[in-house]
């Protein structure tokens, strides 16, 4: 199983023929893509209309989603956050830091178009998958 990022999902739905949609699209194919709950919103906060949000939110309900105790989650991200922030990384969109939590609470790579994601992983456990 592997986590696309939402920078990922964004270039997909744009129609952007990059190597990491590539990958989503046959990973999707084979079931190995799960989502976090965090990406659902980010995908779907970004749709203008009521009935492409409505279709995207049908798409994205239909995949492998991990759940966790938003509490925890909460807690654990700014956790990740204040280490990354004290090894000199500082993150720019907190949301990255609760999408990497559950990827390495989960022991899950992550594939993604974002260099918070980079700092990240420099700074703590989350495997980055290089396309």
């Given at each position: 199983?592997?986590?696309?990022?939402?920078?990922?999902?964004?270039?997909?739905?744009?129609?952007?023929?990059?190597?990491?949609?590539?990958?989503?699209?046959?990973?999707?194919?084979?079931?190995?893509?799960?989502?976090?709950?965090?990406?659902?919103?980010?995908?779907?906060?970004?749709?203008?209309?009521?009935?492409?949000?409505?279709?995207?939110?049908?798409?994205?309900t239909g995949?492998?989603?991990?759940?966790?105790?938003?509490?925890?989650?909460?807690?654990?991200?700014?956790?990740?956050?204040?280490?990354?922030?004290?090894?000199?990384?500082?993150?720019?969109?907190?949301?990255?830091?609760?999408?990497?939590?559950?990827?390495?609470?989960?022991?899950?790579?992550?594939?993604?178009?974002?260099?918070?994601?980079?700092?990240?992983?420099?700074?703590?456990?989350?495997s980055v998958?290089?396309?």
């Amino acid at each position: 199983m592997i986590i696309f990022d939402t920078s990922i999902w964004i270039d997909a739905l744009k129609g952007k023929n990059t190597a990491e949609v590539q990958l989503l699209i046959k990973k999707t194919l084979n079931g190995e893509v799960v989502l976090t709950p965090i990406i659902i919103q980010e995908i779907l906060q970004g749709k203008r209309f009521d009935d492409q949000f409505e279709k995207v939110k049908r798409n994205l309900t239909g995949f492998n989603i991990l759940k966790s105790d938003p509490l925890k989650r909460a807690i654990e991200s700014a956790s990740l956050f204040r280490e990354l922030r004290k090894k000199g990384f500082t993150i720019r969109k907190p949301n990255d830091c609760s999408i990497a939590y559950e990827a390495i609470k989960h022991n899950l790579p992550i594939v993604h178009n974002d260099s918070d994601f980079d700092l990240i992983a420099k700074g703590s456990d989350l495997s980055v998958l290089e396309v």
